[in-house]
């Protein structure tokens, strides 16, 4: 049989407080709780080998820590959006971020598709590689735009500070 997935009712009940105590515990506000509570909480955390749902945050929050990254991965953008791709990838990676990678070269997806794709995984804003939103195409998640002597990391930078 499989093994359940611990939730927050479970280190809740653990540590004989609310699902608020530990969700404030979660998420950095272990400030406001006193030591004993904090205590408690994180020893249930590791009995338990509690980790937190991306899914369940995504779902509270209403959004994400993904970002969409939409790049032309046809051979006629290849490599060089393909490899832009990859390190928008590394680099929201290493900022703790969740990189989802849309093509719009190959015909697969138009790219309001993609758009509409990148936002069913309910990422917080997109980044466009080598490309920019079509006219009238304005996709209504934040973005910010790789191309044009922009480089990636000033992009990245311009879309994090929309989100913030």
């Known amino acids: 049989m499989p093994k359940r997935h611990v ?4 280190i809740a009940s653990a540590a004989g407080v609310s699902k608020t105590t ?5 998420n950095g506000q272990e400030h406001l709780l006193s030591k004993p509570t904090a205590m408690r909480i994180r020893k249930a955390i ?12 995504s779902l509270s929050r209403g959004t994400s820590d993904g970002i969409g990254i939409l790049a032309a991965l046809d051979e ?13 990838a590394s680099l929201l990676h290493a900022r703790g ?4 990678i849309a093509d719009i070269g ?3 997806y138009t790219e309001d598709e993609a758009v509409r794709l990148l936002a069913s995984y309910n990422v917080a804003g997109i980044l466009y590689i080598g490309c920019s939103p079509s006219d009238g195409a304005e996709p209504w998640i934040p973005y910010a735009c790789a ?12 879309l994090l500070g929309k989100l913030a």
Request: glycine residues 12%; aromatic residues 4%; without cysteine.
């Open 46 to 57: 590791e009995i338990t080998g509690y980790r937190p749902s991306a899914a369940a945050r």
């Open 106 to 108: 190959d015909g697969t």
């Open 7 to 10: 939730t927050i009712d479970d």
């Open 22 to 26: 530990v969700s404030r515990f979660i």
């Open 147 to 158: 191309e044009g002597g922009k480089g990636l990391e000033a992009a990245i930078d311009e």
């Open 76 to 88: 006629a953008h290849m490599p060089a959006s393909g490899n832009e791709a990859h390190r928008a």
């Open 97 to 100: 971020l969740k990189p989802d």
